[in-house]
């Protein structure tokens, strides 16, 4: 909703503030003056754990309904540490180019909060579908033959790991050289569009991704050459890689 313009017909869903002690904090505490400190949370959203807001609540505007003392509160906007995708890749590198790797995924507030989801609202085929669906694109000629998830609810943290292989990972030059994707697990990129003049602006969700893949090489091989580090910082979000 817009602050300048407050409507009952804006006001479609309902959260709920608990007031707190001054020594009680955490990424949904806001101040309501006079009533004090209070906690968000979502009572609708059976995913997402008490201490956090769904992503579409997060910097919007709500009623904070307590009679005259009532008012019209900014809700606060989590941190990008507080939604975070941690990928930990191990592999192991033929000289033939087949590959093995183990892949663990953690995931914390909003972004465990999504993977939580669909495993809560689908049976277990459908869920290992989707999984499947969504790592096809992102581990090209990878099959995965394991998958296993386990929910922190409590500590909003979501763990999936996963085994995979691959007959011809990397492909063999006469023997002598082992050429491959160093990268193996490809992150979710989002496609921005590209034009002169906006009407609107473009509204990031505030998250942290990383990854460390380590992979074994075959006896006899070395690293012929090491691409160079990059790293790029911009108001709104940082990037950084490094062999």
Same mark, same amino acid.
């Given at each position: 909703?817009?602050?300048?313009?407050?409507?009952?017909?804006?006001?479609?869903?309902?959260?709920?503030?608990?007031?707190?002690?001054?020594?009680?904090? @955490?990424?949904?505490?806001? &101040? +309501? $003056?006079?009533?004090?400190?209070?906690?968000?949370?979502?009572?609708?959203?059976?995913?997402t754990p008490m201490g956090d807001l769904p992503w579409r609540e997060q910097g919007s505007f709500a009623l904070l309904m307590a009679g005259e003392q009532?008012?019209?509160?900014?809700?606060?906007?989590?941190?990008?540490?507080?939604?975070?995708?941690?990928?930990?890749?191990?592999?192991?590198?033929?000289?033939?180019?087949?590959?093995?790797?183990?892949?663990?995924?953690?995931?914390? @507030?909003?972004?465990?909060? &999504? +993977? $939580?989801?669909?495993?809560f609202y689908?049976?277990?085929?459908?869920?290992?579908?989707?999984?499947?669906?969504?790592?096809?694109?992102?581990?090209?000629?990878?099959?995965?033959?394991?998958?296993?998830?386990?929910?922190?609810?409590?500590?909003?943290?979501?763990?999936?790991?996963l085994t995979a292989d691959s007959a011809a990972y990397g492909q063999s030059m006469q023997g002598r050289l082992l050429v491959f994707n160093p990268s193996i697990l490809q992150p979710d990129r989002q496609v921005l569009p590209v034009n002169e003049t906006r009407a609107q602006p473009i509204v990031l969700r505030a998250e942290t991704y990383r990854k460390h893949v380590r992979i074994k090489l075959p006896a006899g091989f070395t690293v012929d050459e090491l691409p160079q580090a990059v790293k790029e910082q911009a108001d709104w979000g940082e990037f950084s890689l490094r062999f």
């Open positions: 909703m817009r602050e300048v313009w407050p409507s009952p017909s804006q006001f479609n869903h309902m959260i709920i503030a608990v007031r707190i002690s001054n020594q009680t904090g @955490g990424p949904t505490v806001v &101040e +309501a $003056r006079p009533l004090g400190r209070v906690l968000l949370f979502d009572p609708t959203s059976e995913t009532g008012n019209i509160l900014k809700m606060p906007s989590i941190a990008p540490e507080a939604n975070s995708m941690d990928v930990t890749v191990n592999a192991d590198l033929t000289d033939g180019g087949a590959l093995k790797a183990t892949c663990v995924l953690v995931l914390h @507030g909003q972004e465990a909060d &999504e +993977a $939580r989801a669909q495993k689908q049976d277990a085929e459908a869920y290992r579908r989707h999984v499947l669906g969504f790592f096809s694109g992102r581990a090209s000629g990878l099959a995965l033959s394991r998958i296993d998830s386990y929910d922190r609810f409590n500590q909003n943290e979501f763990r999936m790991n």
